[in-house]
């Protein structure tokens, strides 16, 4: 009797041990994120202002892994998951802070609260 309370104990925890490997298998292999790149030309940017106003916008979007800008370049090198953001919604989140990004124009109200560093020589 004690003999087959063993066996069945052995069998229970050789059963739960192979189950948990399997689990930990399937998380192994689990589908990888879906990481894509974006260039986005931003030629209002100005100064350190504007380049913290859109890293800042576009961080604040679900799926947006990092966000940089390059003030001498005047673009911006976005890392996203393609599952939860696209090139559409990175650009209307630098919109509507109140840049362009690439051929769409800055939302005006957002350009008019930037700071006067931030907004184009002529509009000083």
Do not use: F, W
């Amino acid at each position: 009797m004690i003999k087959r309370l063993s066996l069945a104990l052995a069998l229970g925890l050789a059963l739960t041990a192979c189950s948990e490997s399997e689990q930990s298998q399937a998380a192994g292999n689990a589908e990888p994120a879906h990481t894509s790149e974006a260039k986005i030309n931003v030629p209002t940017v100005q100064c350190g202002s504007c380049q913290a106003n859109i890293e800042s916008a576009l961080k604040e979007l679900e799926g947006v892994k990092s966000a940089t800008v390059d003030l001498n370049a005047k673009i911006t090198l976005v890392s996203y998951d393609a599952m939860k953001v696209d090139l559409a919604a990175l650009e209307n989140a630098v919109v509507m802070a109140g840049y362009d990004a690439n051929n769409i124009k800055r939302d005006s109200t957002a350009y008019a609260g930037l700071e006067a560093c931030c907004k184009l020589p002529g509009d000083r």
